[in-house]
């Protein structure tokens, strides 16, 4: 069978199904918000089976004979246990474990992270081999004094008082300011984005859809 | 002003997205330094190493991660580097790519297993990633399609995170950038590059900065930038011609809504004066 | 088709099918004894105590394995040898918890279908598409079909790229793409400049959006490209508020996030978080 002709009508019904919801709730995008749930599960079962537990685990188990594989669904399968109120203390068990691998990871990770943070944050605040003053200043000192009024607005344990406190606390408030900025530069980018994923919907069913019946239209709505 | 019901909101955006995709006023784009960085790190791989890409996307953002993924994908054929894609949240990705870069290949004829592979879904973050980093094809085991990975000609040699040159992050997902750059760019200095959707972009500049990432595509925007370099103007550049008009509609329903607050506001302290 | 239908349903036969069962029940017998002894002898404090130690000891080997000092080329302890059996070890077992989700689902939708609450057929729509998208799914696996591809596709394929390129990716793209929608009425309606601060989120805001299309370029491009007053060229202005305004705000949150997780962290390793999941009364 060819299926390139029910695949793009699916994909407008889909679409357009989903869209009725811009004018109210209504029966027909329920509907489709939940064959779209359906799905992601099917897909998510039938994907962990083939990419993950059948080459890693029945493969090296039955083909190899790695016997030791056999315990790895039982380990697995005492997060279920979590259904139980008796016997939910083995579900926590094998998550725990989970919760210190991922802590011991963080540990791990921490220093490769974040210490070329650390290290690069010290900027040059003169003019050396091919910086001029208008790049120190226009760059390396609004960084520092950014970084540093910013960290300031999260010192929460430190009142704004007396002398210290009161410098910390304008050192906060403008920390404040600058992080206004860089909120705006996130919403710009979000706009951005979520328009994107609109204009991303509309090319396909203007090009791929009806334009698959009129050319006119794959040719105007390009890429 | 401030009352423009919501429904004609929505018929503006649709109509200036319609009007826009078929009447297009095509504007230049040029590639922003972040975006070079990774066209250029792409073209530096060494001879013999892979490049990774980790496709952690899925239709929910393909409007922007396609079109980066296709670039990418372009760039790497373009300049001969054999890759990989693989993938480790959501599942759904690990497919779209398959299929880009099955298209892709065509142009180039690439061949799968000889110039590019799919490892597939792995599941297990920063597990994978560790046991990765010593030994591959026992991590990997079977490829997308089910075969053993260690069958493929391109896997010949490639034991390690040492026998990869580049590791490339297509993702819409924040926190897994974290994962490769802890656990396998830091430890092991493999050079690392991403392409974000613009939502999450600014959250990584500073691993941009702090040299850790060698370059960055930021969402459709950079993907366009990626299709200029790469001489093949595709979906992004269309979605960026677009955006520009979509941009002034926001920026304008903004100062709207705050012309109509200080209208009223000045009617409302008249009234009380 | 036979041999489909076997692939499908996992008939291949292992070479050695008695070793292996026995291997299975013998594992999941000894598992059985053991969390059974357990579940009898450890009281309350006992389990927490388990518990405890099980986190303990997940944590100590990462870390134990990055902290301690290593030796010889390539350089390694006595733990490293050990980081990849595990890691695949862990992945697997946490491939398991892929029907959790699943269950949850299929007991919520279940029981709207068996009481046939309003709705119950998109209920009912739930278990078709989650059947189908599995069922030909795997199907598709099995075919083993090889790259390139003819136009006409064998059907369990067809149906799997409708079910996939037709429903599934396009359900997901149109649901995320009201986005465009909510964020357009929300920046008309909510996006008041009732303070300094929200005026100067806005100007960048405004930079940044027009930085980043071709029409900010187009509307500075009077400006010469190589003149020192480029900098106010949209695009060089959008650049230069992310990268140098943007990304040390960002940085000092990270560095924020950070000690945050290493704090948070430590304290799941050593147990000392209490909580919902953390205590035993629950």
Redo the contacts between chains.
């Keep these: 069978m060819n299926p390139e002709v029910a695949i793009l009508w699916a994909g407008a019904i889909a679409t357009l199904g989903v869209y009725t919801i811009l004018y109210r709730e209504n029966p027909i995008s329920r509907l489709f918000e939940h064959i779209f749930v359906g799905l992601s599960a099917g897909y998510l079962l039938f994907t962990t089976w083939t990419q993950n537990l059948e080459g890693k685990w029945w493969g090296p188990m039955v083909h190899q004979r790695q016997w030791y594989w056999a315990f790895a669904p039982v380990v697995g399968l005492l997060f279920y246990f979590i259904y139980s109120r008796r016997l939910v203390w083995l579900a926590r068990l094998v998550m725990g474990l989970f919760f210190g691998v991922a802590a011991g990871t963080t540990f791990r990770q921490f220093f490769p992270l974040y210490s070329p943070q650390i290290y690069k944050s010290f900027k040059p605040l003169l003019p050396q081999a091919g910086l001029v003053w208008a790049d120190v200043i226009l760059h390396h000192w609004i960084f520092i004094v950014i970084l540093l009024t910013v960290m300031s607005y999260f010192f929460f344990s430190i009142p704004h008082e007396g002398r210290f406190g009161r410098g910390l606390g304008r050192s906060s408030l403008l920390g404040r300011w600058f992080l206004m900025i860089a909120f705006g530069a996130m919403f710009g980018n979000t706009v951005m984005a979520r328009i994107s994923l609109f204009i991303g919907r509309v090319q396909f069913l203007l090009k791929d859809w009806i334009g698959h019946y009129l050319s006119w239209f794959a040719q105007r709505a390009g890429g | 002003m401030q009352q423009i019901p919501r429904h004609y909101i929505y018929l503006l955006l649709a109509g200036v997205v319609v009007w826009q995709l078929l009447a297009p006023m095509p504007l230049p784009i040029s590639p922003s330094t972040a975006t070079r960085g990774l066209y250029e790190a792409i073209r530096a791989v060494p001879e013999g190493k892979l490049i990774i890409i980790s496709t952690d996307w899925d239709a929910s953002t393909q409007a922007e991660t396609w079109p980066q993924t296709e670039a990418v994908i372009h760039a790497c054929f373009q300049a001969r580097k054999r890759f990989v894609i693989m993938n480790m949240q959501p599942p759904m990705g690990v497919k779209l790519a398959n299929d880009i870069a099955l298209e892709v290949g065509k142009q180039y004829r690439a061949r799968y297993g000889v110039d590019w592979a799919n490892w597939g879904y792995k599941y297990g973050y920063g597990n994978v990633l560790m046991a990765m980093a010593k030994d591959i094809a026992k991590t990997i085991g079977d490829d997308f399609y089910g075969r053993p990975v260690t069958r493929l000609p391109l896997m010949q040699g490639v034991r390690s995170i040492r026998d990869i040159g580049l590791v490339v992050e297509v993702t819409g997902l924040a926190g897994v950038t974290e994962y490769w750059i802890g656990l396998i760019q830091g430890p092991y200095q493999v050079p690392f590059a991403a392409a974000y959707t613009a939502v999450m972009a600014p959250g990584y500049y500073p691993y941009l900065d702090s040299g850790q990432m060698k370059g960055m595509l930021v969402g459709a925007k950079g993907a366009a930038e990626m299709e200029a370099l790469v001489r093949s103007p595709g979906k992004a550049t269309t979605i960026m011609n677009v955006q520009s008009w979509a941009h002034l509609l926001i920026i304008a329903l903004i100062v709207v809504g705050n012309l109509g607050y200080l209208l009223a506001r000045g009617r409302r302290e008249e009234r009380r004066q | 088709m036979r041999e489909a239908l076997q692939s499908l349903f996992l008939l291949r036969q ?3 099918p008695t ?2 069962a026995i ?2 029940g ?3 017998a000894a ?1 059985v004894l053991l ?1 059974y002894a357990l ?1 009898r002898l450890l009281g309350p404090r006992g ?1 927490r105590w ?3 130690l ?10 134990l ?3 301690y000092p290593a030796r010889g080329h390539p350089s390694k302890n006595f733990l ?1 040898d050990w ?3 595990v ?17 949850s ?1 299929s007991q919520v ?1 279940g029981r709207n279908v068996r009481l046939r609450r309003p ?1 119950w ?3 009912l ?10 069922v030909f ?2 199907w598709e ?2 075919l ?1 079909l090889r ?2 591809l003819p ?5 369990p394929k ?2 799997y ?25 929300a ?3 909510a ?3 009732r303070t300094a ?2 005026g ?11 930085g ?7 509307l500075t491009s009077a400006i010469p490209a190589a003149s020192g007053w480029s ?1 106010f060229r949209l ?1 060089k202005l959008g ?18 996030v ?1 000690i945050g ?2 704090a948070m ?2 304290r ?2 050593l ?1 000392l978080e209490r909580g919902t ?1 953390f205590s ?1 009364q ?1």
């Design positions: 292992a070479p050695n070793a292996l291997c299975l013998l594992a999941l598992s969390l579940h389990r388990l518990i405890a099980v986190t303990f000891v997940g944590g100590l080997f990462f870390g394995e990055w902290f490293t980081i990849e059996p890691s695949n070890m862990l992945t697997v077992v946490g491939a398991f918890t892929v029907g959790l989700g699943i269950y689902l939708h709705g057929h998109n209920s729509a739930f278990f078709i598409a989650m059947v189908a998208m599995f799914g795997l696996h099995y083993h790259e390139p136009k006409l596709v064998p059907w067809g149906i790229e409708i079910l996939f390129s037709g429903l599934f990716a396009p359900l997901q793209a149109a649901t995320f793409s009201l986005l465009a929608f909510y964020i357009a009425s920046a008309y309606r996006f008041r400049i601060e929200a100067l989120m806005m100007a960048a805001a405004f930079v940044v959006m027009l980043q299309v071709p029409v900010g370029a187009w900098f695009e650049e230069w508020v992310l990268a140098w305004l943007n990304t040390p705000a960002q940085r000092a949150i990270t560095f924020g950070a997780a290493l962290s430590l799941v390793w147990s999941f035993e629950s």
